[in-house]
């Protein structure tokens, strides 16, 4: 067998509808739109949720609760994620996101305080750390350096 005998499987592939052919075809004069009107001609319709004229859907229903638009959303980084790195290593944001820790979107980053510590004397830089998380990585031997939210 060859590449030049290979065909798809019958009954894969069909022909594509030829609309206004003629009348015969089945998909002639009109060609499946109908009769006149706004949705019969070239870029007619209406935008999506239009409900002609009638106050949408989502105009009709109630505005619920507050987006406050200057809440900090943190890369949120527990102490038991840092067991995979050696004694005595730096951690900062770069080696978070090159461990895959946290994502590279730009939000500052977090340490909270969930999980054990098992590794010894990291040196820790992040925007911001909980007072448990804080208490056992200097329980620890390491130490923990609050960066500002810019960096």
Not at 83 to 110: C, D, R, W
């Amino acid at each position: 067998m060859s590449v030049i005998e290979i065909k798809p499987v019958p009954g894969s592939t069909t022909e594509p509808i030829r609309r206004g052919r003629g009348a015969g075809n089945g998909r002639g004069v009109r060609c499946g739109r109908g009769n006149k009107g706004q949705k019969a001609r070239t870029g007619g319709g209406v935008r999506p949720g239009f409900e002609g004229g009638q106050m949408p859907l989502f105009r009709r229903m109630p505005k619920r609760g507050f987006k406050n638009n200057f809440k900090v959303y943190f890369n949120l980084v527990n102490l038991i994620d840092l067991a995979i790195f050696k004694e005595g290593a730096e951690v900062n944001t770069e080696v978070l996101k090159k461990s895959g820790l946290i994502k590279g979107n730009g939000a500052p980053v977090k340490l909270l305080g969930n999980g054990e510590l098992k590794v010894k004397g990291l040196k820790i830089k992040v925007n911001a750390c909980s007072e448990s998380a804080k208490a056992k990585i200097e329980k620890s031997g390491g130490s923990v350096e609050i960066l500002s939210a810019q960096q």
